[in-house]
């Protein structure tokens, strides 16, 4: 280890193959997928090697395990973070100017009816989640028990539901 914080570049190099098999098990566990594991793994090292200067010489094995897992979690939040997301139905989909004219207010009414009359041409199971996620924000385990479901079927009605949107609705037709 000191040779390694010294910078001696094959003391790294033996320690990274000491410790590349481990480190890819614990970020695959979290990843499930090779290619991402094997990219996070390097990542979990190159981070090893910034953190280093603070590694107070007590197990390592441990204090890298910590390093790759959190380097794992990491990147399954910023994956789920980009995940696609509808927007809401309260949202304008025709962009008008924000003046306070009798004409606009006529305009967006009239996109709420549409999009209300959109919902209701869904399919029953898909309008419940559809309303209950998008109009009343509600969560996923709220609409599970609401509904007396399983969460995993709140979540695949919700996807299923915009599968259905984007087969079956123009984006004209608001």
């Known amino acids: 280890m000191q040779k390694v914080k010294e910078g001696n570049q094959q003391a790294l190099r033996i320690l990274i193959e000491k410790y590349k098999q481990h480190i890819f098990k614990i970020v695959y566990s979290v990843a499930k997928d090779v290619q991402e594991a094997e990219d996070l793994s390097q990542e979990a090292f190159i981070k090893m090697v910034d953190a280093l200067p603070s590694y107070e010489s007590q197990g390592f094995k441990t ?6 897992f959190n380097t794992a979690i990491d990147s399954y939040r910023k994956k789920r973070r980009r995940k696609e997301e509808l927007r809401t139905f309260d949202e304008p989909i025709l962009h008008i ?3 306070a004219s009798a004409e606009n ?3 967006k009414n009239d996109q709420v009816e549409k ?3 959109a919902i209701h041409s869904m399919p029953k199971n898909y309008r419940e989640v559809v309303y ?3 109009i009343h924000h509600k969560s996923y385990a709220e609409l599970a028990i609401e509904l007396d479901l399983a969460e995993k079927t709140v979540e695949m009605r919700l996807y299923r539901a915009r599968k259905w949107m984007r087969e079956n609705w123009k984006e004209e037709d608001f």
């Open 63 to 68: 204090w890298l395990s910590r390093i790759a």
């Open 97 to 99: 100017e924000n003046e």
């Open 105 to 107: 207010t006529m305009l």
């Open 115 to 117: 999009i209300q009359q």
């Open 132 to 134: 209950g996620y998008y």
